[in-house]
């Protein structure tokens, strides 16, 4: 009876140990996908960034909370140590899917659901799983260190989807907490390469929407006030549509800006594919180095984040164009969900 007892603790302690090895290859595969789905690999891994810190900080809270328990493991039934098994194993399903649709390129897909990519969606909704999963592991530890718990599944996955919620305010205070830094650099002895103004809607009859205008007119009193030489414009388009960059082009004339003086990029469909874009031809084939952004205020913590991510130096100065309350709520919350997500999962 005695040596089944310790052969039964001897499993449940390497049952723990398999879930340690488990969790940090799924940490290591996780930065692998964020990495490769933006066209660089692991080499490139900053763990000083914030989306970075925080999927450290919970895989970390994992294998902790699993080297506790390891010393309390002969209180913990072996049915509890299956399930956080399968919960470590079962994360790895979403992660593999999510790899197959960045093989399957759908982002050029035009079709969006709520200002969002039919490809972002389906990961995201792959990811969400993911980290849910991670949660519930996280909450199942900690609840077996705490002792018997009623319901430990469901108060599992009701805590998992309450932290996910304080995820999403710390993302939306962040969005507030950025603004632009006009002041510092519009300086009469300074002179940048170029402003870029990321793509905005385009509306029905071809109308650029109040938000590009916004972003237009900024730019082009940046220009008028001979803090840049050139203005970059860039955007897609919706089938049926102008694309975004050529709406662009075609207010600037209007405001006569002359077009030798105009960048224009048409293929780019998201705010990621802008920084790539600013990456690979502006900086990389154009030369540029001092480069403006002109967006709008709830935009700019989003881009300055893949900006971070990609190192490239810019500055940024926000949109005169004022939104009304709901429009302003509206946007800010779409962008604290691209923002958390961007964050978490590198889409």
């Known amino acids: 009876m005695k040596k089944r007892k310790v052969e039964t603790s001897l499993k449940k302690r390497f049952l723990l140990v398999l879930i340690c090895v488990l969790e940090f290859l799924s940490l290591i595969y996780l930065y692998s996908i964020k990495y490769r789905a933006q066209s660089l690999t692991l080499s490139n891994l900053d763990v000083e960034l914030t989306g970075n810190i925080l999927n450290l900080i919970f895989s970390a809270a994992i294998i902790l909370t699993l080297l506790f328990l390891f010393f309390f493991v002969t209180q913990v039934e072996m049915f509890r140590m299956q399930i956080l098994v399968n919960l470590s194993l079962f994360s790895f399903v979403p992660l593999i899917l999510n790899d197959f649709f960045i093989q399957l390129d759908l982002h050029r897909v035009l079709i969006y659901i709520l200002g969002f990519a039919p490809d972002k969606i389906f990961r995201a909704l792959f990811f969400i799983i993911f980290q849910i999963t991670k949660f519930v592991l996280l909450f199942n530890v900690i609840f077996l260190l705490m002792g018997k718990i009623r319901n430990p599944i469901f108060k599992s996955v009701i805590y998992s989807f309450i932290l996910f919620i304080l995820i999403f305010i710390f993302s939306f205070i962040s969005t507030l907490t950025l603004r632009d830094n006009s002041n510092e650099i519009l300086k009469p002895a300074i002179k940048f390469d170029a402003v870029l103004i990321p793509g905005a ?147």
């Open 201 to 347: 809607a385009v509306w029905s009859n071809n109308r650029a929407s109040p938000i590009l205008l916004g972003r237009l007119r900024k730019a082009n009193q940046l220009y008028r006030n001979r803090f840049c030489d050139k203005i970059i414009v860039t955007g897609a388009n919706a089938p049926g549509e102008m694309t975004e960059a050529d709406v662009s082009e075609r207010e600037l004339l209007k405001m006569g800006v002359p077009k030798s003086d105009l960048i224009k990029e048409v293929k780019t469909t998201n705010t990621l594919e802008q920084i790539y874009f600013l990456k690979n031809k502006i900086q990389n084939e154009f030369g540029y180095s001092e480069i403006i952004v002109v967006s709008d205020q709830f935009h700019l913590r989003r881009i300055s984040e893949m900006a971070k991510f990609h190192k490239l130096a810019l500055n940024f100065i926000r949109s005169d164009h004022k939104l009304d309350f709901i429009s302003e709520i509206w946007f800010r919350i779409r962008d604290t969900v691209s923002l958390t997500l961007y964050w978490l999962f590198g889409i």
